[in-house]
C-alpha cells in the first residue's frame, strides 16, 4: 500500500499570499496517478487536480499541481477567502487507492 | 446534471445491520466505477472500496475487506454499502463517489453529499 504524508499539518497564511502544499508517496506513484482535493466543513471533498498537474473542469488557475515519482506540490498563486480549507492528496495509480492525512490552509 | 445522491443519516445500535445507498442520475451509470469513501469524525479520507456496475467486479481496501459489502444495481443504478453488524467505531460520514473517465480508475470528480452514520448503544 502506497502511504501519502503531507505536509505542514497546518498552513498559516494571509489572503494574497503564496500556498505550497507538499505530498510525498512511500513509493513511486504509477503514471503520475496523483490527485489534490479541496475540502470544506460539512461539505464533500472538491477535485482540484488530477494527473498531477491538469486542472478539473471549472477550478481557477491559481491552483496548480506539479510533481511526479514519490514528490507532488500543490500551489495556490494568491490565496483568496474562499481556498481557506482543508487539502488531501490521492493516488489511484495502485490498489489500495489512498488518501494522505491532509493539510488545513487556516487564515492567519 | 450529472448527480450522486445518497440515503440520509443513520443511526444503529452496536449488532446492528445497515445498508446505505448512492443513486446516480445523469450518466451511464454500468459504465463508471464507483468507491466509497469512509471519514471518520475530524479526520481525514479513507478509499474503502469500489465496484464497477457494469458486471459487479469489486475491489476492497484490505483495511476494509471482510468489514463491509459493496453492491450495486444497475437496473436503478443505485450503489450500496452494508454491514451485517455495527460496531461504535463505524460512526462516520460515508461518500459515494465516480471517477472522471467511463470504464477507468481515476480521480473523483462527482462525489455524493455523504451519509452519516452513528452508531451508539
Known amino acids: 500500500e502506497i502511504v501519502l504524508t503531507q505536509s505542514p499539518g497546518t498552513l498559516s497564511l494571509s489572503p494574497g499570499e503564496r500556498a505550497t502544499l507538499s505530498c510525498r508517496a512511500s513509493q513511486s506513484v504509477r503514471n503520475s496517478y496523483l490527485a489534490w482535493y479541496q475540502q470544506k466543513p460539512g461539505q464533500a471533498p472538491r477535485l482540484l487536480i488530477y494527473?498531477?498537474?491538469s486542472r478539473a473542469t471549472g477550478i481557477p488557475d491559481r491552483f496548480s499541481g506539479s510533481g511526479s515519482g514519490t514528490d507532488f506540490t500543490l500551489t495556490i498563486s494568491r490565496l483568496e477567502s474562499e481556498d481557506f480549507a482543508v487539502y488531501y492528496c490521492?493516488?489511484?495509480?495502485?490498489?489500495?487507492?489512498?488518501f494522505g492525512q491532509g493539510t488545513k490552509v487556516e487564515i492567519k | 446534471e450529472v448527480q450522486l445522491v445518497q440515503s440520509g443519516a443513520e443511526v444503529r445500535k452496536p449488532g446492528e445491520s445497515l445498508k446505505i445507498s448512492c443513486k446516480a442520475s445523469?450518466?451511464?451509470?454500468?459504465?463508471?466505477?464507483i468507491a466509497w469513501v469512509r471519514q471518520m469524525p475530524g479526520k481525514g479520507l479513507e478509499w474503502m472500496g469500489i465496484?464497477?456496475?457494469?458486471?459487479?467486479?469489486?475491489r476492497y481496501s484490505p483495511s476494509f475487506q471482510g468489514q463491509v459489502t459493496i453492491s450495486a444495481d444497475k437496473s436503478i443504478s443505485t450503489a450500496y454499502l452494508q454491514w451485517s453488524s455495527l460496531q461504535a467505531s463505524d460512526t462516520a460520514i460515508f461518500y459515494c463517489?465516480?471517477?472522471?473517465?467511463?470504464?477507468?480508475?481515476?480521480?473523483?470528480?462527482?462525489w455524493g453529499q455523504g451519509t452519516m452514520v452513528t452508531v451508539s448503544s
Open positions: 445523469g450518466y451511464t451509470f454500468s459504465n463508471y466505477w
Open positions: 494527473g498531477a498537474s
Open positions: 490521492q493516488q489511484y495509480g495502485s490498489s489500495p487507492w489512498t
Open positions: 463517489a465516480r471517477p472522471l473517465v467511463a470504464g477507468s480508475f481515476d480521480a473523483f470528480d462527482m
Open positions: 465496484i464497477y456496475p457494469g458486471d459487479s467486479d469489486t
